[in-house]
């Protein structure tokens, strides 16, 4: 499920900073009740010895003003951000409270609830095209020869970008509904030029990259990916995505 937020930042409020996610994170917590915030936080769902929140949200999508000097990005125009998760007690628990304050907070500023949009994408066959709404993660932490550890990061395109998406479908699957996933790996494929991005989260750098994507594999590892993510580090706003209709062509006749 997936929910378009459509908000203003508070005309007294000051600019959000560049790197917001962990305050769109926080305001998301703060939104739930207090046990499904908890559970959600300090639990998850657990495969193995992963654990996944099952929720992501997209980065602040509008027209924006940034201020690198001040570190700030504006949106004089209004906003959208968009919260996906397969998780519907989570998701109603969250629509509702932002539907009944009309306003959340992030860091110094007030954001103001205008319109909340409920879109039930689901996945109907064995291919699902999608557009990235904030950048998709994939990286393996590898040792160093001399000592220590250093993170690696993966493009689309990329093999092992591939299979660590294909793992972490897999896992998210697992911990969701308790069960094996289906057989069959999932195969992703960039439909154009990934663009990467650096972003940072509570002062650590992660690399990330967003281009539209065409997944192909069990339906059901396409639909917890659409509906939780797509790759690692989701409930940190990273890997959402939305379903691209794929048009089709009218037939010519003679």
Known sequence: MHAY????????????????????QSAIYAALPEDIASRIHDEGYAAGNRRFKMFSFSRILGKFFIDSAAGTIKFPEGAKLVISSPDMEFFLALVNNLLTKNHVRL?????????????????????LIARTLSPVVAYSTLLKPEGGKYTCYYQPGEGEFNKLINANLRKKYEAFYGEQPPEGEVQVKPLDRPRLHVTSYKGIVIKGYTCRLKLTGPRELLQIGLDAGIGGKGSQGYGCVEKVEIRKKKEIRK
């Open 107 to 127: 860091g110094d500023s007030i954001i103001n609830i205008n319109e909340v949009r409920f879109d039930e994408q689901k996945v109907e066959s064995d291919v």
């Open 5 to 24: 937020i459509n908000m203003k930042i508070d005309p007294s409020s000051p600019a959000l900073p560049i790197q917001y996610n962990y305050l769109i």
